[in-house]
């Protein structure tokens, strides 16, 4: 079974400034996909960014992009110009025939 | 993009009732919907995943008979909390996986709060 480690239950940051999520996970799958989720005060979850293992480059989505390390099994996401509205829960999930996700990070953005 | 939508999106019963919430794919037909339970500042667990016509498949603690997930079209899932107790009270999320494009992307429903008195 797959297992994903989100080592950070909460971390801060000053807005406009620059943030990194980690995330590690293990299978013994060598194809399978990796995704950043958001879930807001809402609870509406959000995709953020999504990683297919068999690409070596980045993935990255505007402000958001991620640090794919394959070898490592390293999947962190790393937020420039943090905004406001980036403050919620951030999921990491592993994807192969259903997802698992992480523990979660909650994000504040500090005025 | 693709539409998920997920009623009620509160509830709130008595001990010993059932209830039962609903997941459509409003713009795409979905072979697999998957269900998630999410306790306070907790993750998404998922509980079972339903396939279109056959029967669901629950992880492994989750009580089939209590749960009771039907997939009876391509574009709805139900997930039935049987004789609701307590400590069954949770947010409880859907997704679909759409039938056709790529396997791994899944949309979600805007979850529903389960409260049991």
């Known amino acids: 079974a797959q297992t994903v480690t989100q080592s950070q239950p909460e971390m801060s940051v000053q807005e406009a400034e620059t943030v990194t999520l980690s995330c590690t996970y293990d299978?013994?799958?060598?194809?399978?996909?990796l995704f950043w989720y958001k879930q807001p005060p809402s609870r509406q979850m959000i995709l953020v960014i999504r990683q297919e293992a068999y690409k070596q480059q980045n993935a990255t989505e505007n402000r958001f992009s991620v640090n794919f390390q394959k070898a490592a099994k390293s999947f962190s996401l790393k937020i420039s110009d943090s905004q406001l509205g980036d403050t919620a829960m951030y999921f990491c999930?592993?994807?192969?025939?259903?997802?698992?996700f992480g523990t979660g990070t909650r994000l504040t953005i500090i005025p | 993009g693709a539409v998920v939508s997920q009623h009620p999106s509160r509830v709130i019963c008595k001990s010993g009732t059932s209830v039962k919430i609903e997941c459509r794919s409003l713009d795409f037909q979905a072979t697999t919907m998957f269900w998630y339970r999410q306790f306070p500042k907790q993750s998404l667990m998922l509980m079972a995943t339903?396939?279109?016509?056959?029967?669901?498949?629950?992880e492994q603690g989750v009580e089939k008979d209590k749960f009771l997930i039907n997939h009876a079209s391509l574009t709805l899932s139900t997930l039935t909390v049987t004789s609701a107790h307590p400590e069954d009270s949770s947010f409880y999320i859907c997704?679909?996986?759409?039938?056709?494009?790529?396997?791994?992307?899944?949309?979600f429903g805007s979850g529903t709060q389960l409260s049991v008195l």
């Open positions: 299978t013994s799958e060598n194809n399978y996909y």
């Open positions: 339903s396939n279109e016509g056959s029967k669901a498949t629950y």
């Open positions: 999930a592993f994807w192969r025939e259903k997802l698992t």
């Open positions: 997704s679909a996986r759409p039938r056709t494009g790529r396997g791994e992307k899944l949309f």
